[in-house]
C-alpha cells in the first residue's frame, strides 16, 4: 500500500504530502488526478496531482481540509500507509505556449493552481496569478506560488491579506487596464468559475475550468460525475476535469454537487468523532 | 411440462423478510435433496448438459460424486474446470445453458444442476475441514509473465487457467476490490461478498498476482505491461459505461445510472453510512428504468434501503424481460410493481432540483425488430405523469472504452466491443480480450468461457514462433 514519505502543512487548512507510487509518478500528466481512500471503510475522493518524481517514484498532491477523507489524511503520518490510491486519472491538460495565461484560484482551488502555474510557465507562457483567500489559508503556500509566478495578486473577502473583494475584480480591472491574455484558467468554487466564465465569454477569452463534479468510481463506469458542456453530456472524471468554461452549465454542476450535502456534513461529524478532531 | 424448469425448490427466506436486510435470499439445498437430486441423473453416455456449459464442466461426474456422498470429490471435480462454482451455481442462468439441453427435461424436470454445484461448492467451502488450498503449486522461477487486465469473471477464469498451466500471471484490477461486476454489481443477497473473496483468493491460491488499483491505460499502458516483460495480455474490463435514457431532466438530483447505485449499495456499503463513508439516497417512490437482472437487482435493493414503492417501468412486455425468470418471480414475490409498455420521456424536478415527477409515454408492440422481440410503438398522445422521488436508470451498458481510447490500436466496433478474431486476439498481436468488453453486457458464464478460451489462446501464441 502507498507509504506517506513526506507532509508538510502549507497553510492552516493545506497541507502537502508525497506518497511512493513509481507507476502513477511515471504516466501522471498536468491536470491529471488520483483517487484514494483512507480507511476500508472510505470514501473515494478524488485530488489533485501537483507534482511528480518519477525516477524516485513519488506522487506529490497538496489538498484542502474540507471534508472526511481530507480531515483523516491530515491526521496521518510520514510512514503511514493509504489504503488505496488509483491515478493518474482523468484528461490531460492540454498546455501550449499562448503567451499571457492568467490563473485564477479561490477557495479550495488555490491548493490546486501551483502545478498548473508550473505547467504553463515551463513552456514558455507568462502566468500571472490571481487567489482569493484568507491570510491563514496561504502562509507557505503563498511564497511557492509567487516563486513560480510572474506576477501575483492577492485579495480576500474579509480583507485579511491586503485587499477586499473577489478575484473576479482583479480580472475585470485587467480587462479594463488592456492587459493582454491569451487564456484564463480557473480553479475553485463553481460559483466563482462560473462568474470568470461570464466575464470572459463576452471577449471571447479563452477561459479553462478545473471541475470537481461529485465521483465515485472515477474509471468512466457510474456516470455520477456527468457534466452538461456544450449541451454534450460529459463526464468528469474521463472527459475531464478540464472543461471549457464558456460551454459549461453550471447551473446544472451546482445543482448535482449538492446532492449529499447532508450526507457530507454527517460523514464529516462521524469520522471526527472517532478521531477525536474537531470539524 | 417446459416451464417445470422455472420452479425453484432451493429453500429461501420469505419475501417479507428477506426484504429488512441485504442477508442471502436463497438458502441452497440440504444434504438429503441434494443426494436425491443426484440420483436422478441418468449419466448420459454423451452429455448434452456438458455442451450447453461454457467452461465444460463434467457434469455428470461431479453429480455423480454427489450422488455417492462424495461432496468432496464433486467440488475437485467441478473446480477442474471452473475456478468459480459457488459464484455460478448462484448467479449462472441454467436454464438457459447446461438445464436447458438436459435430457431430462424433454419429459419432465431438468437436473438442477445449478442447484447441485452451489451444493458441492458450498460444502467444501463450509463443511471441508483440514488443507483448503491444495492447489498451490510451484513455479519455475523464470516462468513467463502473463497480464490478465480486470478481475471479474473473464479476468478471474482467464488468470486461473493460465496459473495452471505454470505462467506467472498477473491480475490487474482498477478498483479497491477484486470481482468486476461480482462485487460492484450483483448484490449481496443473491451473491454474498464473502463468497467472491473466498474465490478469489482460491485463485490467488493458484499462484495469481493480484494488483488492485492498476487502471490499464492509465496507470500502465498496454505497451508498458510488454516492456515490464508480459507475454500476452487478457482485456476484460467488462462492459462498464452507463447507457443514460437521454431525456430531459436527467441529470436532476435523484436520477442515478444503475451502475452508480449498484457501487454504492454493493462496492461501498452505502447501506451502512456513516460507518461506510459513502452514502447512497433513496427516496419513498423509485422508478427503476429496464427490466434486466440490473434492474431487478436495483429495485430489490431500493426495497431494502427503505423505499415505499418500488416500480419497474419497461417499455416492452413481460415475455420480453430479460432477466432471469426466478429474478422476476423473486421481485414480485417482495412486492415490487411492474409497469410494462410504458417509457420514459421526461423528468421534472422540484425547486430545489430533485426528481418529483416522470413523464412516460405508452407503447404498444409492433413488427419484430433486430434482437427478434417485437417492438415497442409509442401510443401518440398517451403521455402521462407518475410521482417518483428517486429514478434507476437500468437500460444496459456497454463495454468500457477507457482501454481502447488509450490505446487506439485496438479496433472497436461502433458501439463499443472490442473486435478480437475466432481466437479471441484483438488487433494488437499478443492482445486478447473476452466478456462484456467484446459482447457487451452478457453472463458471467459465458464471459468466464471466453476467458477461459483465452487463456489456452494466450498458451498457444506465447509457444508460436514468431
Ligand atoms: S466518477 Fe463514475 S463515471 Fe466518473
Redesign the pocket.
Known sequence: MPKLLHKEKLADNITLIKVAAPRIAKNAQPGQFVVLRVSDKGERVPLTIAETDPAKGEVTIIFQKVGATTKVLDTMKVGDELVNLLGPLGAPAHIKKLGTVVVIGGGVGIAEILPAIKAYRAVGNKVITIIGARCTDLLILKDKIEKESDELHIITDDGSCGRKGFVSDILKEMIEGNVKMDLVFAVGPVPMMEVISNITKPLNLKTIVSLNPI???????????RVIVGGHTK????DGPEFDGHLVDFVDLKNRLSTYKTEEKQAEEHVCKILGVKI | MTDDINKRIMPEREADNRIKDFEEVALGISTEQAVAEAKRCIQCKKPFCVKGCPVEIDIPAFILEIAKGNFDAAAKKLKEKNALPAICGRVCPQEDQCEKVCILGKKGTPIRIGYLERFAADWERTQKTGDQRPETRDRPPDAPKMAVVGSGPAGLTCASELARKGYAVSLFESLHLPGGVLSYGIPEFRLPKEIVRLEVEYIQSLGVDLQLDVLVGKTITIQQLFDEGYKSVFLGAGAGLPRFMRVPGENLKGVYSAN?FLVRVNLMKGYKFPEYMTPVKIGKKVAVIGAGNVAMDAARCSLRLGADEVTIVYRRTEKEMPARIEEIERAKEEGIKFVLLNAPTEVFGDENGWVKEMECLKMELGEPDSSGRRRPVPIEGSEYKIQVDTIIVAIGQTPNPLIPHADPRIKTEKWGGVIVDDKGMSSIPGVFSGGDLVRGAATVISAMGDGKQAAIAMDAWVNSPK
Do not use: R
Request: aromatic share 6%.
Open positions: 465521483m465515485l468510481d472515477a474509471t468512466g463506469m457510474c456516470g455520477v460525475c463526464f468528469g472524471c474521463v | 452508480e
